[in-house]
């Protein structure tokens, strides 16, 4: 993930800091610059934090370890600015998860594409005991995503997110077509 940078001055070169009797020793000042040079992109990094925490700004090499964070596991086959949007959308994900909304936005950022969701239950209340439920008697969920490329969306994948969001007894089905 992070090693040495050739050439990476340090800001605080470590030999600076030592005692002027040992500043004079040709064989210490040498010693402690490959200190230096192993603290160099130690110290860039830590100067550098918050753009490392950044999904926009982050190194690519490091998105997976921020997907790890908020808990996200990426598709390596995905380009890295999809990877980046999920990864700042991945709060905002969790935040709707198992609703109709949620998923719609979780798979349009997942795919770039325009998702449409047809939901057989419903919401109603009565105050008569044993009124008429709302919905459908055997719920199921009908997915489509509507990209550019139908064959640059995995149709696996997408029932995968699918599966994951819905309860377990909805019955679904996934659609990729080209818009």
Do not use: C
Request: hydrophobic letters at 45%.
């Amino acid at each position: 993930m992070r090693g040495t940078v050739p050439g990476l001055p340090t800001a605080v070169p470590l030999s600076a800091m030592l005692p002027g009797i040992y500043q004079e020793d040709p064989f210490t000042v040498r010693f402690i610059a490959g200190f230096d040079d192993v603290l160099a992109p130690v110290l860039s990094t830590l100067d550098n934090l918050a753009a490392y925490l950044d999904p926009a700004l982050a190194p690519e090499d490091f998105l997976a370890w921020l997907a790890g964070w908020v808990g996200l596991e990426l598709d390596e086959s995905w380009p890295v600015e999809r990877q980046r949007a999920a990864i700042a959308h991945a709060a905002q994900m969790y935040r709707m998860r198992g609703t109709v909304s949620g998923l719609r936005d979780n798979l349009e950022v997942l795919t770039g594409g325009r998702v449409r969701i047809a939901d057989s239950g419903g919401v109603a209340w009565s105050a008569t005991p044993g009124a008429e439920f709302p919905g459908q008697d055997h719920p199921r969920l009908a997915v489509r995503v509507s990209v550019a490329d139908p064959s640059s969306v995995s149709v696996s994948a997408v029932d995968a997110v699918v599966s994951a969001a819905k309860p377990a007894h909805v019955v679904h089905r996934v659609e990729v077509v080209a818009s």
